[in-house]
C-alpha cells in the first residue's frame, strides 16, 4: 500500500510572494490518488487536523531570510526545527516553524515532513508574485511532485 501523502501550499495570495505556496498548488496537476494537494491561507495550527492520518506532508511556503528572492531551499522537518524564517517572520497568524513544533511536542508529527521554501521578495499587500518567486514556483512544483514519489 502506497503511503498517504498531503502537498499543502501555505501562504496568502494577498500579500504577494507570500502566495507562492498557493501558487503552486494551482501549478500541481493531476495527481496519483493516494496524494491529495491543499491551500492552508489561515492559522498554521490548524495544518496539525489537516495532515491528521496523512503518512507524507510536504510543505511549499514562503520564507524570508535575506537569501536571494526566489532561492528555494528543501528542509526534513525531522531533521530538527525549521529556520527562523518560517516562523513569525511569516505572515501568518501562526508559522509553519511553530505548527511543526507543536506537532512534535504533542506527538502529531507525520511520519515524513518535507518543507520546500521559496525565498520572498514581497510579502506587501498587493496580488501577484515577484518574477524571481514566479520562476520558483516553476522550479519547485517537480521537485514537490517527485518528493510526492520518493
Known amino acids: 500500500m502506497r503511503p498517504s501523502v498531503l502537498i499543502v501550499g501555505a501562504g496568502n495570495a494577498y500579500r504577494r510572494d507570500d502566495g507562492a505556496g498557493a501558487a503552486a498548488i494551482k501549478r500541481l496537476g493531476t495527481l496519483p490518488a493516494h496524494v491529495r494537494a491543499v491551500v492552508a491561507n489561515g492559522d498554521a495550527a490548524s495544518l496539525l487536523d489537516e495532515w491528521e492520518g496523512a503518512d507524507v506532508v510536504i510543505v511549499i511556503d514562503a520564507m524570508m531570510s535575506r537569501a536571494a528572492p526566489g532561492t528555494i531551499r528543501r528542509y526534513d522537518a525531522h531533521a530538527g526545527p525549521l529556520p527562523a524564517a518560517f516562523s513569525r517572520a ?3 497568524a501562526f508559522g509553519i516553524g511553530e505548527a511543526i513544533e507543536l506537532a512534535r511536542l ?3 508529527l507525520p511520519k515524513r515532513v518535507i518543507v520546500f521554501g521559496i525565498e520572498a521578495r514581497h510579502v506587501t ?10 520562476a520558483a514556483v516553476d522550479e519547485v512544483v517537480p521537485l514537490v511532485l517527485s518528493a510526492a514519489v520518493e
Not at 125 to 134: D, R
Request: aromatic share 0%; charged share 30%.
Open 90 to 92: 511569516s505572515t501568518h
Open 106 to 108: 504533542v506527538r502529531r
Open 125 to 134: 499587500v498587493g496580488e501577484g508574485l515577484s518574477a524571481e518567486v514566479e
